[in-house]
C-alpha cells in the first residue's frame, strides 16, 4: 500500500536512507502492549538491562545456597562420611610383605597406651595349636567391585569354642558386616565371596592371643591383631574378640565389626594407619581405635604420624559409615 498515513496515525519509524538498519534490542517494549503483562515484561527488561549477567546470576545463587544449606543440615556435621573413609592409595601387592601390616618399628610398652588397656571380662585362650580349621560354609559374591577376594573363615585349633558362642556364630558376623554396604564394598571398587576350600585370597581367622603375637610381633606390649601377608591371614585375636576396646565402652558387637574391618582393610591394600582428622568425628576405620580414639593416645605407635594431638574423635565400625 502507498500514500500518506491518516491524520493522527502513528507509522514505524524507519531509518533513513543514509543509516544502517538496526535490530531492536528487545522488540516487546516497542509492541503495542498494555495492561499488567506488559507492566511485568517491562520491569524485568528493565531489570536486565540494569544489571546484565548478574539478573541470570542472583537466581542460581539462591538456589546454590538453599542446597548447601539443606546437605549441611543433612549432613550431620562432623559424622561425614570423607572424614571416615580411606583416602591413600591401596598397595594392591600387599601379599608381597614378609611381616605384619601396621607393626610399629619400636617397641611400645603398655603404660604408652592407656586407652588400650584389655578390658575386664569373659575368659579366652592364651595359647592354640597353631593349626587351623576353616569353618565350612560358601556364599555369593557380595558387592559390585571387578575386585573380587574369596576369604575362608578359620579358627585355630585349641581355643574353646564356649568363649566366642561357636564357630557357626564367629562366621556369621564375619559374613553380615563383609556384605553391609558400609563396609568395603560400599565404593563400589571390590568385592567379596566366601569359599571353603582352595586358595583364598584372605583368611579371616581367630586365634589366641599367643599365635597372634607371633605373627603380629611382639613390639606392642598389649593384646592386638593384625594382617599377616605371608599366610594372607586376617588375625582376629581372641582376647580383644571375647573383651573388646575400651572407647568401644562395652559395646562389643561394633567392636567386633571394627575389628573385622580394620584387619581386612589391611588385607585389601590400606596398609597405612590414619590419625582422627577432625574432633568429634568418627574415626577413620584405619585408625588404631582398639588403643584409643584421641590422636594423643595412638601417636605413642607411630611417632612419625603427622597428627593434631587436642584432636579426639568418635569410635566407628565401618569404612563408608553414611552409607
Request: aromatic share 8%.
Amino acid at each position: 500500500m502507498t500514500g500518506n498515513p491518516e491524520p493522527g496515525a502513528r507509522g514505524p519509524r524507519r531509518p533513513r536512507p543514509d543509516q544502517p538498519l538496526r535490530a531492536r534490542w528487545d522488540p516487546i517494549v516497542d509492541d503495542p502492549a498494555s495492561g499488567d503483562e506488559a507492566s511485568e515484561t517491562g520491569a524485568f527488561t528493565r531489570f536486565v538491562q540494569a544489571f546484565g549477567w548478574r539478573a541470570y546470576a542472583i537466581p542460581v545463587l539462591v538456589i546454590v545456597t538453599v542446597v548447601l544449606v539443606v546437605m549441611t543440615v543433612r549432613g550431620g556435621g562432623g559424622d561425614a562420611a570423607s572424614v571416615a573413609t580411606p583416602t591413600d592409595a591401596r598397595n594392591t601387592n600387599i601379599n608381597e610383605q614378609t611381616h605384619a601390616i601396621g607393626a610399629p618399628t619400636v617397641e611400645v610398652q603398655e603404660d604408652a597406651l592407656p586407652a588400650g588397656a584389655l578390658p575386664e571380662g569373659g575368659p579366652y585362650t592364651a595359647k592354640g595349636d597353631k593349626e587351623y580349621r576353616v569353618v565350612r560354609g560358601t556364599g555369593p559374591k557380595v558387592g559390585t567391585g571387578g575386585q573380587e577376594y574369596t576369604y575362608t573363615v578359620e579358627v585355630e585349633k585349641g581355643i574353646d569354642p564356649t568363649q566366642y558362642s561357636g564357630d557357626a556364630s564367629f562366621a556369621k558376623l564375619v559374613d553380615t558386616t563383609l556384605a553391609n554396604k558400609r563396609s568395603w564394598i560400599g565404593d563400589g571398587k571390590v568385592s567379596f565371596r566366601r569359599v571353603d576350600s582352595g586358595e583364598p585370597d584372605l583368611r579371616i581367622t581367630l586365634t589366641s592371643t599367643d599365635t597372634a603375637r607371633e605373627l603380629c610381633g611382639y613390639q606392642i606390649k598389649i593384646e592386638t591383631s593384625c594382617y599377616y601377608p605371608p599366610e594372607a591371614r586376617v588375625t582376629l585375636n581372641e582376647a580383644r574378640w571375647v573383651r573388646g576396646a575400651t572407647v568401644f565402652a562395652g559395646d562389643d558387637m561394633t567392636y567386633r565389626q571394627y575389628l573385622i574391618n580394620h584387619e581386612v582393610g589391611h588385607g585389601i591394600g590400606y596398609e597405612h594407619h590414619r590419625p582422627c582428622e577432625e574432633n568429634g568425628a568418627l574415626a577413620p576405620i584405619m585408625m588404631q581405635q582398639t588403643f584409643g580414639t584421641a590422636n594423643s593416645d595412638i601417636l605413642a605407635l607411630d611417632p612419625d604420624m603427622k597428627a593434631d594431638r587436642s584432636l579426639v574423635c568418635k569410635p566407628n565400625a565401618w569404612p563408608f559409615p553414611t552409607l
